[in-house]
């Protein structure tokens, strides 16, 4: 029998969805396997950064998780986790461009709002129908965990429903100024370290170039979306869905901060996140191409997996550390609002055409 859907959420479950259920599937879904490598949480680098940095910045340092006592006072972290957040008025007029997963082009663009181009819409729009609304894929995935207590079944039911979209892109001044602001300065634990000199984000491009009257470029194809005064740092700005993610894919360092939500992690060593080693892993099969939904994925793929990735969840307030070349990907067990700072590309790939982000072939130094 489906499950009587009634409204007992807690401000950031989605409205429809009794939080009970969501929070019996996230919990089910937040079950490590007792054969996972965990990734490992470390409290004591919080009094010693100088120390984390020299270890894990460093393609020799693997991922970790931290809580740094000192995110308490920074202000993306207090004004993100109040509950009237995504109501603030500084929000709503943001234009953003939903995907199915960061860095994947939507094939279906969102309804078009006024005056903003195809595949553009506004923040508040965005919470209102994907974020907070009625998320049809969350609500199949309860009712399913309600009928069979079986977070795989539950799963499979929701990837009947089109995948949730999430809200995962660059911070700029022309874009956000006001959730800018929130992460400016970032805490010393974010910068690049000083001297590093990443490539140009160059697949990003067309995600600003044709967002008019927002576009940061009269000529997009000449300029890098970073520069150097952005001290070498992408900061993006995430909202996403439960069932929403991120599939394996690889970039440069990047440290995740989580304000809201719940997110559970799997990580590979770099020498086991290209192509090959997917497919090696599943048997010599073709991997599921980038841009697949993470819960399809998660369902059809991850359990074939010979090598086994490093697991985490990440609890809102925790800080995850991905190193450069480390493959990862993200399966969002509740709603979450977080912000991610790339720092860049420590010649992952030379040459300035290839695509950043996806799965790529690349030579790591040993
Ligand atoms: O939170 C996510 O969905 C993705 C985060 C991620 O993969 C990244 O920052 O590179």
């Known amino acids: 029998m489906a499950a009587q859907l009634d409204d007992d959420d807690d401000g950031w479950a989605p409205r429809t969805i009794p939080r009970r259920l969501t929070k019996a599937l996230s919990d089910a879904l937040a079950v490590l396997p007792e054969t996972a490598p965990l990734v490992p949480r470390r409290d004591d680098y919080a009094d010693d950064f100088l120390g984390f940095r020299r270890a894990h910045l460093r393609r020799s340092g693997g991922p970790v998780?931290?809580?740094?006592?000192?995110?308490?006072?920074?202000?993306?972290?207090?004004?993100?986790?109040?509950?009237d957040f995504l109501e603030d008025p500084y929000l709503s007029d943001v234009a953003v461009r939903p995907s199915r997963a960061p860095y994947v082009p939507d094939p279906k663009p969102v309804e078009t709002a006024d005056g903003l181009p195809p595949a553009w819409t506004t923040l508040g729009a965005y919470v209102a129908d994907e974020f907070r609304g009625d998320a049809p894929t969350l609500r199949a995935a309860c009712e399913a965990f309600a009928e069979t207590g079986d977070a795989r079944k539950a799963c499979a039911a929701a990837l009947r429903a089109p995948p949730p979209r999430v809200v995962f892109q660059r911070l700029t001044a022309a874009l956000a100024p006001g959730l800018l602001a929130d992460v400016s300065p970032p805490p010393p634990h974010f910068a690049a370290p000083t001297g590093h000199r990443p490539r140009a984000f160059v697949q990003q491009k067309s995600h600003v170039a044709d967002a008019p009257p927002f576009a940061v470029d009269a000529d997009p194809g000449a300029r890098p979306l970073l520069r150097e005064d952005d001290d070498c740092t992408m900061k993006q700005f995430a909202l996403a869905p439960a069932l929403s993610g991120s599939p394996p894919h690889i970039h440069g360092a990047a440290w995740n901060y989580l304000a809201v939500g719940r997110k559970r992690w799997f990580l590979w060593e770099p020498r086991d996140s290209t192509v090959d080693a997917f497919a090696a892993s599943l048997g010599g099969e073709e991997p599921l191409p980038f841009g697949t939904p993470v819960l399809k994925w998660f369902v059809a793929e991850y359990p074939r997996l010979a090598v086994r990735p490093y697991e985490v969840v990440q609890e809102a307030g925790d800080v995850v550390f991905v190193p450069a070349g480390w493959g990862h990907a993200v399966l969002n067990l509740e709603p979450s609002v977080a912000v991610a700072f790339e720092l860049g590309f420590p010649s992952l790939n030379d040459d300035p055409n290839a695509p950043t982000h996806g799965y790529m072939v690349v030579d790591l130094p040993s």
């Open 65 to 83: 998780v931290l809580r740094l006592p000192e995110l308490a006072a920074w202000r993306a972290n207090g004004r993100w986790r109040r509950r």
